[in-house]
């Protein structure tokens, strides 16, 4: 399973995205990203280039697509969309904002197969204050998530698609941090194999230290021990697997504190 995906499914939802939103969001380029990709944003005054981005109703990244910050919104939406749907052919339902509504609504409906339906999001006419709207905050919202990174705030990549990829990189680390905090969170189990390791590691320190100190024969200690330190190794076997499937930090360090102690006793089972 894809970072992406782990960290929908933790969020509780479906892997398979059904819905996206789109939007742009222009950046200031460096002195080397070179004259050809960079462009000038009238509307923003920006001079640089302009991140268009796709992201699902909680706001992780779907597609990334980089032009100039001369590209209208509309024009840099055809090839953003048309990725989104190679890449994601489960959405069926796209928001966006006033920026977007035209020729690309009935181009998406009509080129885009499965149909994808683009519903814009206006602003209310006679709003004057600040107000939160419908689905548009998601996206904005990643908007800063990726602005926070360092490489983000401005674009000093040579190449658009290396600025692509920086954008990618932000939202994995935003994800790995997202999935290293709840599983940290999650509390410990009841009871768990781990455990019953821990267990099983006492018990046979223990009867190893009593046979040693009764001074055993060799072919006594032999018979004893071969069979524990059987299970034991099959015991670690299967819960290796098991925790790295799993992921949890717990089961990794009782394993890790158990193996040692049954390969000891396996080698202390197979001595003639």
């Known amino acids: 399973m894809s970072c992406a995906a782990s960290a929908v499914s933790a969020a509780g939802r479906t892997p398979e995205p059904t819905a996206a939103v789109i939007d742009s969001q222009s950046v200031r380029a460096a002195e080397e990203v070179a004259r050809a990709s960079r ?82 999001v206006k602003r ?25 990174c360092r490489r983000t705030v401005r674009d000093y990549e040579r190449l658009p698609g290396h600025h692509e990829t920086v954008v990618y990189w932000a939202m994995t680390i935003i994800m790995t941090r997202r999935l290293a905090r709840q599983a940290a969170a999650q509390p410990a189990a009841a009871w768990c194999p781990g455990r019953l390791l821990c267990s099983m590691r006492e018990i046979a320190i223990r009867a190893h230290r009593g046979s040693v100190s009764s001074s055993p ?17 099959l015991v670690n076997g299967a819960s290796w697997w098991i925790a790295w499937t799993r992921s949890t930090p717990a089961w990794r360090s009782a394993v890790a504190s158990s193996l040692p102690t049954s390969w000891s006793l396996y080698r202390i089972g197979s001595a003639k």
């Open 124 to 148: 209310p006419g006679d709003l004057h204050t600040f107000q939160v709207l419908p689905r548009r905050w998601v996206v904005e919202r990643t908007l800063a998530w990726i602005t926070r």
């Open 39 to 120: 462009g000038y944003d009238a509307g923003k005054k920006v001079n640089g280039r302009k991140r268009h981005i796709a992201v699902d109703t909680i706001g992780l990244l779907l597609t990334v697509l980089i032009t100039a910050a001369g590209v209208q919104d509309r024009d840099g939406a055809k090839p953003l969309l048309w990725n989104l749907r190679r890449a994601f052919p489960s959405v069926k339902l796209a928001w966006a904002d006033g920026g977007y509504a035209g020729k690309l609504v009935i181009w998406a409906k009509a080129t885009l197969k499965p149909r994808l339906t683009l519903q814009i």
């Open 217 to 233: 024969s060799q072919s006594a200690r032999s018979s004893i021990w071969r069979p524990i330190a059987a299970v034991m190794v």
